[in-house]
Each structure stands twice: as structure tokens, then as C-alpha cells.
């Protein structure tokens, strides 16, 4: 069974301050890791996916990276409105459908 | 760019009322999946169509049913609505084949009372 583990499950951060989310999987065959952003009360939005190890991705302030076993997500110089919960999915093959982690909740204090 | 339309946004039933959500995927998109996010949880798959046929199905009670139709639009149909199903309910939309991206829509929250 795929399985999607995310840390920390919450991370506050002063302005400036950049630091990483984990992203863990065990996955029968990977076709694919998804990074998407949630807002409260609104639709995950789609950041990044990635499908090889040693495969990055770039936008803005945000980096991804992955290896066999996990991903992250690497925030440079965040910014108070980069705050919200960051999602990790997998997709195993084909069109399957994602099979997501807890999330991990960010807050950026200006 | 076009992005999945949900209807409605915002939706209030009593228990033991029938619901019906609609989504609209992104055009040219095949395939469409329903997600139920419980607050403070994780999105949880409930269903997914694939060219009108159902391709996957999660963790969706019996109470709920799906379909999509010949315009790719899809409906989740709820019946006996229990107040755990309080949540939002997610549609996304992609493309059949290998390394293709979900998109979702903004969601439609019910409020069962």
C-alpha cells in the first residue's frame, strides 16, 4: 500500500528564514510525486511534480528535490504570505489516483 | 487558463437529505477524481471516472454514488446525510497517461445539520 509521510507537521518561521519539508514515501512503483499548496478553505493548488530521483523544481522562493525515498521542499527567504499547508502526493501508475500525506502547516511571522 | 469548476461552493443540508455536487474538469481533461477533506485532514480519495467509466474507488460510503457524463462533467450524488459527512469535497481533473498533473477545484463545503 502507498504510503505518504510528511515532517514536521507544523513549522512557524520568521521572515527570511528558510528551511525544508520532508516528504517520505513507500511507493510499488513511483510515476510520480506531487507538491501542492493549500490555503484554508480552498482547493490544493499544483506546485510541482517530479518523477525521477535526483530530478529539482524550481518556482520562486520554492525548490524541490527528490531522492528514492523521499522529497523536499526547500522555502528560501519566506515570505508571511508562503504561509499555508504544504501537500506531498504520490501516484504509483498510470492515472491512479494521488494518495496524499497529512500535510505540513507552515506559518511565516513577518 | 480554465480550471475545474465546482458547484456549489457552499452547501447546507439536514440529515438524512440527499446532496448533489457537480464538477466541471478542465476541457480536454478525461479523467476526474473526488477527494473528501475532513478539517485538519488530509484529502481522502473517494472515486475516480475515466472516460464516463469509474476507473478507481477509495473510501466511499454506499450512501454516496458518482457518474460522469458525455461532457466529461461529473456529479457526486449523497443520500442519508450524516453529520460526519460535513467536509469539503474536492474535484480534480487530468489527462489519461503517464506523468500528468491533478488539478483540483476550489472545493464545495457541505455542512450537514
Known amino acids: 500500500e502507498d504510503q505518504v509521510t510528511q515532517s514536521p507537521e507544523a513549522l512557524r518561521l520568521q521572515e527570511g528564514e528558510s528551511s525544508s519539508l520532508n516528504c517520505s514515501y513507500t511507493?510499488?512503483?513511483?510515476?510520480?510525486l506531487f507538491w501542492y499548496r493549500q490555503d484554508p478553505g480552498k482547493g490544493p493548488e499544483f506546485l510541482f511534480t517530479?518523477?525521477?530521483a535526483g530530478e529539482e523544481k524550481e518556482k520562486e522562493r520554492l525548490k524541490a528535490t527528490l531522492t528514492k525515498k523521499e522529497s523536499f521542499l526547500h522555502i528560501t527567504a519566506p515570505k508571511p504570505e508562503d504561509s499555508a499547508t504544504y501537500l506531498c502526493?504520490?501516484?504509483?501508475?498510470?492515472?491512479?489516483?494521488?494518495?496524499f500525506g497529512k500535510g505540513t502547516r507552515l506559518s511565516v511571522i513577518a | 487558463a480554465a480550471g475545474v469548476i465546482q458547484s456549489p461552493r457552499h452547501l447546507i443540508k439536514e440529515k438524512r437529505e440527499t446532496a448533489t455536487l457537480k464538477c466541471y474538469p478542465i476541457?480536454?481533461?478525461?479523467?476526474v477524481y473526488w477527494y473528501q477533506q475532513g478539517p485538519g485532514q488530509d484529502p481522502q480519495f473517494l472515486i475516480s471516472?475515466?472516460?464516463?467509466?469509474?476507473?478507481d474507488k477509495g473510501s466511499i460510503p454506499d450512501r454516496f454514488s458518482a457518474q460522469q457524463f458525455s461532457d466529461y462533467h461529473s456529479e457526486l450524488n449523497m443520500s442519508s446525510l450524516e453529520l460526519g459527512d460535513s467536509a469539503l469535497y474536492f474535484c480534480?481533473?487530468?489527462?489519461?497517461?503517464?506523468?500528468?498533473?491533478?488539478?483540483f477545484g476550489q472545493g464545495t463545503r457541505l455542512t450537514v445539520v
Open positions: 502526493a504520490v501516484r504509483s501508475s498510470g492515472n491512479t489516483p494521488l494518495v
Open positions: 480534480a481533473s487530468s489527462l489519461m497517461g503517464e506523468n500528468t498533473e491533478a488539478f
Open positions: 476541457p480536454r481533461h478525461d479523467t
Open positions: 511507493v510499488s512503483g513511483l510515476r510520480g
Open positions: 517530479l518523477y525521477s
Open positions: 471516472f475515466y472516460e464516463k467509466m469509474q476507473s
